[in-house]
């Protein structure tokens, strides 16, 4: 697809940035969910070796290590937390604020070069090494860290050519966008709570009631079971659609970047008409699946 537009840093930028506490929730996730995909391939492995089959304990392992590796590579190439907790960008330089509470300025003119990684879609990070040797590393756990990239360029642009980072810019503002949706979702805890727990009760009350009546369940068929049941679907389906949606959104996204590389802003008339769509998706999935469940 053709570039229309062309990106172009803005000059005199200045802008105080902070790292994003979301993020940081997700990078001491990432252990957990990565140790889960790992433990119920540990009795598998260790009866292998117990039995002498090393060639079965090796196929085990390598069914397990591959989904743990990928987590643990984006934990601490994208959302380990960063030694500081806000960036201010200045139009010659930058003034960060460590841990600590001490200051860190990193002039523009002393930076030697900036390398860059990112995976599409999901994050990125960068690397300021300076000309005595120091580096300062930033990743999208902090907010709109492209800003960063754009002040250096607007700086200096033999050091960092606006195209040099069009990618990273592209896939820290789509993560960006992904994050603080997923930030508005949570903060919409009630509907969430009458989503996923509420309505699940109800529904699961009126299957035991009404099952009977169909010929289809004893009464005596208990609550907990079905009530388990019904909410696991709804919670399945709720968090594929909202993926989906929010998959489908950044594709959008991106392809209007790369149209308008200078227009960053979210297109929330767009984004209403894909999670509408993904609600009715998930609604009527869940209904036939009540039904399903009551007759089957």
């Known amino acids: 697809m053709e570039q229309s537009q062309t990106f172009s840093p803005r000059v005199g930028l200045k802008r105080t940035l902070s790292d994003r506490a979301l993020l940081k929730v997700f990078y001491y996730l990432l252990f957990p969910l990565a140790l889960a995909f790992v433990l119920p391939y540990v009795p598998m492995v260790l009866m292998a070796i117990e039995e002498g089959s090393i060639l079965t304990a090796v196929s085990f392992l390598v069914l397990a290590l591959p989904m743990p590796a990928i987590l643990l590579f984006q934990a601490f190439s994208f959302f380990k937390p960063l030694a500081f907790s806000n960036v201010a960008i200045f139009p010659d330089r930058l003034q960060m604020t460590g841990k600590d509470k001490k200051s860190i300025e990193v002039p523009f003119a002393d930076i030697k070069e900036v390398k860059l990684s990112h995976l599409p879609y ?14 300062y590393k930033f990743t999208v756990i902090l907010e709109r860290s492209e800003y960063v990239l754009e002040a250096i360029s607007s700086y200096n642009p033999q050091l960092l050519p606006p195209e040099s980072f069009e990618l990273y810019r592209r896939t820290a503002i789509c993560a960006d966008h992904n994050y603080t949706r997923i930030n508005d979702a949570l903060k919409n805890w009630r509907i969430l709570v009458v989503k996923y727990l509420l309505l699940p009760v109800i529904v699961s009350v009126a299957v035991v009631l009404l099952a009977p009546y169909l010929g289809r369940l004893s009464i005596t068929e208990a609550l907990d079971n079905v009530f388990r049941s019904i909410t696991i679907v709804n919670l399945v389906l709720g968090v594929a659609c909202f993926l989906i949606a929010a998959l489908w959104i950044t594709g959008i996204t991106n392809r209007a970047l790369i149209r308008e590389p200078n227009n960053a802003r979210r297109d929330m008339v767009m984004e209403g008409k894909v999670y509408l769509v993904a609600s009715i998706v998930h609604w009527v999935c869940f209904a036939g699946f009540v039904v399903y469940f009551t007759l089957r």
């Not at 999901?122 to 580096?135: A, H, L, P, R």
Request: aromatic share 8%.
């Open 122 to 135: 999901q994050g990125g990070s960068f690397v300021i090494v300076m000309n005595d040797g120091k580096q």
